[in-house]
């Protein structure tokens, strides 16, 4: 397959992300809000951290001559940390004051859709982002497997919470969050980095 057809697929590939996403965000955070709870508000936010991505990848593959990939990894990165900042407030807000999420059946459903979906998505981004040999859809990719491990978490935190009573299974189920938020940010950043030496090499390389 060429590269041109590698792009369109890679592009298909985010839009499909995107448009997952921005119908999810809306529900799980209505969700969350309903039922209170930790894990789901958590979950929204990270849709929209997966939403943020999948901009900045477009905004790459659109113009993948143009050296925008040290600045699309930087954002991403960025965006992971923001992320944490939150989770870790959020939870520690939720401990804090004993707040009791309820059940949502409605969020439950969502997330297990979404643990699917991602899935697939993350795997499809992996494959073209190596034929692609295109390091920033492969970071993407990998926040997509992330998002589909934290639905996982999520909805395992909202299945104890909903068969058990464990209301601290919820807010729990949030620190695989902050855990792949912070690997993921560290990773992006440094690849980055690494973008960034590669295009200041260039210029003594054609001298």
Do not use: C
Not at 46 to 56: G, K, N, R, T, W
Not at 109 to 117: G, K, L, N, R
Not at 140 to 147: F, I, K, P, S
Not at 157 to 174: C, E, M, T, V
């Amino acid at each position: 397959m060429n590269q041109t057809a590698l792009l369109k697929r890679g592009l298909l590939l985010e839009y499909l992300t995107l448009g997952w996403n921005v119908v999810g965000v809306i529900l799980v955070i209505l969700a969350a809000y309903t039922a209170h709870s930790v894990a789901l508000a958590g979950f929204g936010l990270d849709s929209l951290i997966e939403i943020f991505a999948s901009v900045v990848v477009v905004w790459q593959l659109r113009g993948i001559n143009l050296n925008r990939e040290r600045l699309a990894l930087r954002l991403i990165g960025i965006a992971f940390i923001t992320l944490v900042i939150y989770i870790v407030a959020q939870l520690l807000y939720t401990l804090l004051t004993g707040t009791h999420p309820a059940t949502s059946v409605g969020g439950i459903a969502w997330i297990a859709a979404t643990f699917i979906v991602m899935l697939l998505l993350a795997f499809g981004k992996r494959v073209t982002g190596q034929q692609l040999q295109n390091e920033v859809l492969l970071t993407e990719g990998r926040v997509t497997l992330v998002d589909a491990y934290l639905a996982g978490a999520v909805l395992l935190g909202l299945l104890l919470n909903a068969l058990f009573g464990w209301w601290w299974a919820d807010p729990l189920a949030s620190l695989v969050i902050v855990y792949y938020g912070i690997r993921e940010a560290i990773h992006a950043l440094h690849e980055s980095q690494q973008a960034g030496k590669g295009s200041e090499a260039l210029p003594t390389t054609r001298a």
